[in-house]
């Protein structure tokens, strides 16, 4: 008691010096008012104010604010539609003027959050009521664009800035979302069909494609094979003309009868021309002058031969 009645003074300078700050944290302004009606902002750190007179009315955060909303809709054709959407707004700037608007609009967040809800929802159903149900999910770009456009305007009116609006999650009524499942079943059905279908088709195609090669390679391969056998013909013909003329040479030099040999060459060669023949019937003159004609046809063909 004796240390109050010593030092009462000090206490009451103490609560005086107390009441002349006053602390705004980072992140906030506060408004200051005077009986009841606005006077100053305080920017973030110690500010003075005059004691009793002034007081803190609100603190305003200039931070980004998000909130998450749900609310309904009905499209033209009478079909409900569940929203789930996220907004995030802040305040325009830090004037005066901005932050006097802002703490003066309404009364609490509470409020500011019910105004939010009301423009939002009225916009998007304002937009889903000229749509069919099978639009909408093709639309949601569209539904925010539309939305953003004029809750953007409400905003600005009350000192705020809509930074971005998503639609998160659209859903219907139970039925239609089964409807809707056996529309994708059945589509889904027609595409495997669809594929099935083309699959069987570039197998077919890629099938005859490798049969036609491969007759392709099977008479490109013959067609080789014949001409190599025609030119084994044609040399063994040479070669056999090549003997029987020199042979039927040195024997007239020899003044030795030459139909004998000439009938051994002769008959030896009908049996190599039956043998790498194609034919199955050869038809030949057996006489002497059918062989010597044979054997000057062999001859003039060689002379013929030796002059290319």
Do not use: C
């Amino acid at each position: 008691m004796e240390f109050l009645q010593d030092y009462w003074w000090v206490i009451l300078l103490a609560l005086a010096f107390l009441g002349f700050f006053v602390t705004v944290n980072q992140g906030f302004i506060g408004v200051v008012t005077m009986f009841g009606k606005y006077r100053r902002i305080m920017r973030p750190g110690l500010n003075f104010k005059i004691p009793f007179l002034e007081r803190i009315y609100k603190k305003v955060s200039i931070q980004n604010r998000s909130v998450e909303l749900e609310f309904q809709a009905v499209t033209i054709d009478q079909a409900n539609v569940y929203f789930k959407s996220m907004l995030l707004y802040s305040v325009q700037n830090e004037s005066a003027e901005t932050i006097q608007k802002v703490a003066f609009k309404f009364i609490s967040d509470k409020d500011l959050m019910q105004a939010l809800v009301r423009t939002i929802e009225g916009n998007i159903r304002a937009f889903v009521a000229t749509r069919r149900q099978s639009e909408i999910l093709g639309l949601r770009r569209d539904i925010v664009e539309f939305v953003k456009e004029h809750v953007d305007l409400s905003l600005e009116e009350w000192g705020y800035h809509l930074q971005d609006l998503q639609i998160n999650d659209i859903t219907f009524d139970q039925a239609i979302i089964e409807s809707m499942s056996k529309v994708v079943a059945s589509n889904n059905l027609k595409a495997a069909a669809e594929n099935e279908g083309q699959a069987l088709l570039i197998t077919k195609t890629k099938a005859a494609e490798a049969e036609g090669n491969s007759i392709k390679i099977a008479a490109e391969a013959e067609r080789q094979a014949a001409q190599l056998r025609g030119q084994g013909v044609a040399l063994f013909r040479e070669e056999v003309a090549k003997g029987m003329t020199q042979a039927a040479a040195e024997m007239k030099q020899a003044n030795l009868d030459t139909n004998v040999i000439l009938f051994s060459m002769w008959t030896e060669a009908i049996k190599n021309f039956a043998e790498y023949g194609k034919g199955n019937v050869i038809f030949l003159d057996g006489s002497s002058d059918g062989m010597e004609k044979t054997m000057r046809q062999i001859m003039a063909m060689q002379q013929m031969e030796s002059k290319k």
